[in-house]
Each structure stands twice: as C-alpha cells, then as structure tokens.
C-alpha cells in the first residue's frame, strides 16, 4: 500500500530525530525539537558534530516540509511527539488525543458561530496538539494564546505551531500565576488533574481547598474564567469524577454564580488508555449582563469513535440541539 504524506512525513522526522538522539545521547522529545527547529530554520544548529552534520545536512536536503498542508504537519509531528511520550511521560502530561481534538475543535466552532476575531487561550498547552487542532476547524480565530510550565513541550508546542503556520502567543508560565493578557473569548484546554503543590498561590483562588492542597483542576477553572470576558465560552477536557470528588460542592457553587452550564459530554472509554484516565468534555459560557442560561443543557454520552453509524446520529441530534439552543 502506498504511504500517505503524513506517514512519509512522520518517517523522515522519525529518522533524522533518531540519528539525534544516537548521537547527542539525547531523549527522543529532546531530539525531536532539534529536528523540528532545524527543519523550520532549514540549516543545522551551529554546534553540530562534524560526523553528526553530515548525516543532517542529507536529511534536511530531502525534507520539504512545504510541501505538506497543515494538517499533515500537525498529525506527522503528532506522531513523533507520541512515539517520544510512550512509557517516558507522566500520565497528567499526555497529550490531547486527536479524536478528542476533533471533537473539542467541532464544539469551538459551534459556540463561536457568527463570532468574528475570537480570541483563543488554552493555559495548558502542552505540545499544542489540541489547541492547533482547534484552529484547524475555526475559521475565524483572532489573537491565540498558549501557556505550558514544562520547559520541554513548550518548546515542541512553539516549534509545532511555526511547522503550521499558526501565529500564537506562548507563556511559559504556571498558569496558576497572573498573566498579562486581555480577556479572551474562548478557553480551550485539557486540563492537567491532581493536586497544586503552591498553597501559597491557591490562596488567591475561591476554588482553594478549605483544608490541605488544592485540585489543580479547580483552581484551572477559575484561573480560565479569570481570562474570559463576559458571554465567552470555555471548553474543557476534565476527569469523568470531577463533578463527584470530595471537594465538588464548593466547584458546584462557584459555577451556578459564575457561570452557565452549556452542555456536558461524556467521551467514550474507548478514546483512552483505561477507566480510569476517562474523561468528559464540560462546555461552559461566562455569565455576564447579556447572557441567559440555556434552556435544557447538552448533555451526550458520545458512542465509540469507530462507531460511525452511531457518530453520525448524534452529531445530526448536536446539530439540532445547537440550531435550536444558541440561534444559528
Ligand atoms: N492539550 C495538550 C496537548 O494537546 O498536548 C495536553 C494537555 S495535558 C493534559 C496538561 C498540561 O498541563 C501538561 O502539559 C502539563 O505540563 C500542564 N500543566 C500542569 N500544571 C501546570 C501549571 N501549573 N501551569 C502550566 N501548565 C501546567
């Protein structure tokens, strides 16, 4: 069978990332932001190894990456990213998987309908798997911005979106921390969950515990709505139990005043690597003067993705919901 671009593509950065890392004695995602830099600079980084260089110099020469659309980029570097995540990386760390980005992507651009200019933050950015993934699908995105604490992804996160083409904004920053950045009027993120080590930093938070750490999770929440202008729409990728955790009540109440319920999904097991990593996706839209809650919200136990019969009939039943929920 013939290879797609995407598999040619992941080949060639698979390859030279590999000769990296043999040499450098680097890890593959080390490596792997070597061989996007060098091919978005399309030259080699000054202190290359002589031996190392000539090797290089052959892959470069054969790797055209505008050739390739958007997309391809994206899936091709997503592959490389997950191949140097396997078994390395923590599991609150990983990224976005890419049904999970499509899904997100499609409820983007059903809440922004009509909206012109949005303006796009994710305060966990991560590689930027999902935050690229969305702007794919938005047709009318503005100003976006990114923030990540791990030095390592956000430097694939930066070199990814140059790869696409994509002009983002990147802090390199604990999101728990303030920003300096306008309100915007979409939050996309996939939340890190666990608990927030900074006690000090969660006092700033409603959402804080009343006793020992606070869920990382929460103070992510209110820290997104802190950056959303009134009647913006925030999309999260949250942990299935987060509405059923010890300290769900306070979350509970903080969102019945601040914000509306927009719609909840429940994304398939399928789409994860056990029960317990099962996420949902929880669409909230910041209250302000002119904002009224929905009538009924969205609520969706979305089929395995493989299921297309079963995908079909509940994007047609969303479809149907959004016409008749949010005015399109
Ligand atoms: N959407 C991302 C992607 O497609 O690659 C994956 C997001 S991952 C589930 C959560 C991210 O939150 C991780 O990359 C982690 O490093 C980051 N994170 C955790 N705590 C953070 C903090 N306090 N400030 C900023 N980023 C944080």
Redesign the pocket.
Known sequence: MEKTDVELLFEQIDNTTENIQQYKNETYLDSLAITLEMIFDQQLPETTEPELKEKLQRDIGQLEVSAYGTTEIRKAVQLA?LKGMKGATQQ?????PETV?LFVGYLADKVTAGQKNIRIF??????????T?VLGQLENAGTVSA????PT?IKL?VLNANLQQQEIEFFH?????PFLLDPVDLVV??????Y?P?DIRANDFELKADEGLSY?HHL?IEQSMNYTAPGGYLIF?IPEFLFDSDQSDKLHAYLQENAHIVGVLQLPETAFKSEKNRKSILILQKQGPETEAVKQPLLVQVPSFKDTKAMDDILAQMNAWFAENMNQ
Do not use: C, I
């Open positions: 990213m609150q760390h990983l990224m976005t980005a994710d305060p966990a950015s991560g590689t930027a798997n999902l935050l993934a923030s990540e604490v791990d992804l996160a920053q604990d999101s728990l921390r993120s996939d939340l890190p969950v666990g927030y900074d990382s992510f990728v």
